[in-house]
């Protein structure tokens, strides 16, 4: 195998290598857009093979059965499942899938608790909510009112600017929270980032396809993406370190071996690109570099918690837990027993937030968690019999978790980041989506792009 050290294994490499062929593409990464430019390339009849660091495809999907239902550590959800291209797929491959209500938008998807744990008034804590999102409305539509200027750049100068409509101090207090929440932690959980470094102004065109969103909780994106791989040439272990390219062609290097082909295509996550370990001969333009360096990559991190029973209510599927002081944390939590009816609940963490969460052990994340649960929910409850984690942002081959618009970026960077280098380097990920950035279906729509790059260059129909 490639992570076998002696001598003997590493001839046997050598001899696999000297046996690979001229491909026409190499695919970097397979993830979802390294599987459907893959996939897409093999159905036109051009020859490609995807190299894969991990020893799993799927990239920032990766599905986990130990706490014995599936459960998503990266990406969970379709995000607006009418229109999306991931929504028959899932049915095609079986996976099982349950309404997401983020926005609480018919006051029935959350339970809300304040820092002593006390329940909050749903009806209250819900149009605090509404306020925020209404303002934000009003803001970007309203004849009305004067636009920020342009010093306003971040999400939380505009906060501090104020939104039409809004007098905090004439909330109630379970309102002040609601709108707290929406207007500070739900971005957050969004932008997979703090408020200081996202930019509202780009972040306002992200879209949406309608339909809310779809938890895949039978059998997760595991199933769907390997359903996807499958006959695929997809060779894992595999972390490419350098690619050479000119008008000839690319060679494409990893710690074992080199490829030549006549095309590349580069789908692994923007942390990774930003972290150099691929190195360019040449150097890729200024203006692609520029582009990585200046979107945002953000952290996003779970805690998935079994428990000997179920001692939460199955309704609804949001809890949250609006704490104070810093940091405050174990604020978001999503009731997977709602979904499944096993006893499974899953605590989030995003931005700043995730950042401190992932420097610390599991037991003390789990003692944190506990300490939030028995406040919310009585101080006798049990301890857990099972946890799982992720670690997105100490992950070398993701190093974070999904782009945002960052303070500073330019409105073209996503487009930039998305051109081809010389018709021989090609790009997708989610981060080169011009407005379906940080979705699945944004690495698909990408995937699928690139692969048709090529094919026009190559003159090959699909």
């Given at each position: ?380 409850i049990p301890d857990p019999v099972a946890h799982v984690r992720s670690g997105w ?70």
């Amino acid at each position: 195998t490639p992570n076998t050290t002696s001598k003997r294994c590493f001839l046997w490499v050598l001899i696999i290598d000297n046996s690979m062929n001229h491909f026409q593409v190499i695919v970097i990464g397979a993830g979802m857009a390294g599987i459907m430019a893959t996939k897409t390339l093999l159905e036109a009849g051009v020859q490609a093979a995807c190299l894969e660091a991990r020893q799993r495809v799927g990239g920032r999907t990766h599905t986990d059965y130990s706490l014995g239902v599936s459960i998503d550590l990266g990406a969970a959800w379709i995000h607006g499942p009418h229109g999306n291209p991931l929504t028959p797929l899932a049915a095609e491959h079986g996976v099982t899938w349950g309404y997401s209500d983020f926005n609480n938008d018919y006051g029935d998807s959350v339970m809300a608790f304040d820092a002593e744990g006390k329940r909050l008034d749903t009806p209250a804590y819900t149009r605090g909510g509404q306020v925020y999102r209404a303002a934000l409305i009003a803001m970007y539509g309203s004849v009305l009112y004067d636009f920020p200027p342009a010093s306003v750049r971040s999400s939380a100068d505009l906060l501090a600017y104020g939104l039409p409509g809004v007098d905090v101090a004439a909330m109630t207090p379970d309102e002040q929270k609601g709108f707290y929440y929406a207007s500070v932690v739900r971005p957050q959980y969004e932008d997979a980032s703090d408020l200081a470094l996202c930019d509202w102004r780009q972040a306002k065109n992200y879209l949406k396809l309608p339909g809310g969103d779809l938890l895949l909780y039978g059998g997760g994106y595991k199933r769907l993406v390997e359903g996807l791989a499958a006959g695929l040439d997809i060779r894992t272990g595999i972390a490419v370190r350098h690619i050479a390219y000119d008008e000839q062609g690319v060679l494409v290097t990893t710690p074992f071996f080199s490829m030549p082909a006549d095309y590349v295509v580069i789908t692994v996550p923007l942390g990774v690109l930003k972290s150099g370990q691929i190195a360019f001969a040449p150097r890729l333009p200024a203006e692609k570099i520029g582009a990585i360096n200046r979107l945002g990559f953000g952290r996003y991190e779970k805690m998935a918690l079994r428990f000997p029973s179920i001692f939460w209510p199955l309704e609804p599927h949001r809890f949250n837990y609006v704490a104070e002081g810093e940091p405050e944390l174990y604020n978001a939590w999503l009731n997977n027993a709602h979904y499944t009816g096993e006893p499974v609940i899953i605590s989030y963490h995003s931005g700043s937030r995730a950042e401190i969460i992932n420097r610390m052990s599991d037991e003390e994340v789990i003692d944190g968690c506990l300490c939030v649960l028995r406040k919310m929910f009585g101080p006798n409850i049990p301890d857990p019999v099972a946890h799982v984690r992720s670690g997105w942002e100490m992950d070398p081959y993701a190093q974070g978790s999904y782009s945002y618009a960052r303070v500073g970026m330019k409105a073209d960077d996503r487009i930039t980041l998305g051109k081809p280098v010389g018709d021989k380097l090609f790009f997708a990920g989610e981060a080169v989506h011009p407005q379906f950035w940080g979705t699945v279906h944004g690495a698909y729509e990408t995937g699928l792009l690139a692969a048709r790059r090529i094919m026009a260059v190559e003159n090959v129909e699909e």
